[in-house]
């Protein structure tokens, strides 16, 4: 896909330009060789994606049984012990995760490729239903929570008088 894109693109691009994406390219395959060999020594790691602006990350997951947290780590910049983005979810029973809090940098794809991690983290777990709330610090940024989540195929209720509300999402749809 990647070669692909590079051939579309360089009907585009002059070779200046297609000489710059190609190095930071390989740029960002050395960090994510040396990121990858520091994250796997602290965390599980499941995969590598490409976000809607064409930047590497490597997602990561700590799951204890009780606390669940996909992380993600882009790759373009060093490993220093922390995650850039990260959904952290406990489970509230057998049937049911509950996400507690969304913390990063927004309007990167980072949320999206978390939580479609979670998803599938889900269902591995035979977990039927993602919960969560939203609150009133939620409130200054609701439209884009609201599309997130509907995006992400959860059931958003919204009571706007108390400026509260709650998401659902069900493996089994």
Request: aromatic fraction near 10%; proline fraction near 1%; charge should be negative.
């Amino acid at each position: 896909m990647l070669l692909t894109r590079l051939g579309a693109d360089s009907i585009k691009k002059d070779p200046e330009e297609l000489e710059q994406n190609l190095e930071e390219l390989e740029f960002q395959v050395f960090r994510m060789q040396e990121n990858m060999k520091e994250i796997a020594k602290r965390w599980q790691i499941l995969g590598i994606e490409q976000t809607i602006k064409e930047k590497w990350v490597i997602v990561s997951i700590v799951d204890d049984g009780h606390v669940c947290k996909i992380m993600l780590n882009d790759c373009e910049s060093a490993f220093r012990g922390s995650w850039d983005y990260s959904i952290q979810a406990k489970y509230e029973n057998q049937s049911t995760i509950f996400i507690g809090d969304i913390k990063g940098e927004e309007n990167k794809g980072y949320g999206s490729i978390c939580m479609d991690y979670l998803k599938e983290h889900a269902q591995e777990q035979n977990v039927q239903y993602i919960k969560g709330d939203l609150a009133k610090r939620d409130f200054d940024h609701l439209d884009r929570l609201i599309h997130f989540y509907e995006k992400h195929d959860f059931d958003v209720e919204v009571d706007y008088e108390d400026q509260s509300g709650e998401i659902i999402w069900n493996s089994r749809y």
